[in-house]
T-cell receptor, first 112, second 113 residues
Framework: GDSVTQMEGPVTLSEEAFLTINCTYTATGYPSLFWYVQYPGEGLQLLLKATKADDKGSNKGFEATYRKETTSFHLEKGSVQVSDSAVYFCALSMEYGNKLVFGAGTILRVKS | NAGVTQTPKFQVLKTGQSMTLQCAQDMNHEYMSWYRQDPGMGLRLIHYSVGAGITDQGEVPNGYNVSRSTTEDFPLRLLSAAPSQTSVYFC????????????FGNGTRLTVT
């Protein structure tokens, strides 16, 4: 079946450091890809998405590019802030956003 | 705008007890779904609905029932709770259109002893 694999955390960075969270996927077709973020005590929020190969999703300084050749959708940010501390989930959908398949999540901790 | 509202926020059950987790959305979304979140496993789809009167199973449906009598509400029922159902449960809804994001509630933390 379809699946998503994320790098294990926690990832601990100092403020203003560069962030990369790796995400790779396995799918039978051409999925839409998503990054969701979960702040403590809250539900998940959509951070960014890409719906076809070579698309770049971006939001709040975060970016991810849909790489079909490597089946990857790595999340990057050039300079993290303490407020970015959260759990980040990579996900795919074969139905434009219905029936999401999630990775295990990566905890990010940013220290001042 | 309330979005997706889940109740209760916390619940403790004994093995064999039954209960219903409530989910309501005020965005007129056709698609609604239930996920459970467990450490190291991300979120897994339990059941989903593409509209009133229509439900279907997700990845981990055993031990759970759902119904969708209205567009707004999508309750999740545990008929006989088991310790393996200890988890955080999230309800989510989505509107039509390819660019509509999935909106999540704040979750229900369930403990079964």
């Amino acid at each position: 079946g379809d699946s998503v694999t994320q790098m294990e955390g926690p990832v601990t960075l100092s403020e203003e450091a560069f962030l990369t969270i790796n995400c790779t996927y396995t799918a039978t077709g051409y999925p839409s890809l998503f990054w969701y973020v979960q702040y403590p005590g809250e539900g998940l929020q959509l951070l960014l998405k890409a719906t076809k190969a070579d698309d770049k999703g971006s939001n709040k300084g975060f970016e991810a590019t849909y790489r079909k050749e490597t089946t990857s959708f790595h999340l990057e940010k050039g300079s993290v802030q303490v407020s970015d501390s959260a759990v980040y989930f990579c996900a795919l959908s074969m139905e434009y956003g219905n029936k999401l398949v999630f990775g295990a999540g990566t905890i990010l901790r940013v220290k001042s | 705008n309330a979005g997706v509202t889940q109740t209760p926020k916390f619940q403790v059950l004994k093995t064999g007890q039954s209960m219903t987790l409530q989910c309501a959305q005020d965005m007129n979304h056709e698609y609604m779904s239930w996920y459970r979140q467990d450490p190291g496993m991300g979120l897994r789809l339990i059941h989903y609905s593409v509209g009133a009167g229509i439900t279907d199973q997700g990845e981990v449906p055993n031990g759970y029932n759902v119904s969708r009598s209205t567009t707004e509400d999508f309750p999740l029922r545990l008929l006989s709770a088991a310790p393996s159902q200890t988890s955080v449960y999230f309800c989510a809804s989505r509107g039509t259109g390819n660019n509509s994001p999935l909106h999540f509630g704040n979750g229900t933390r369930l403990t079964v002893t």
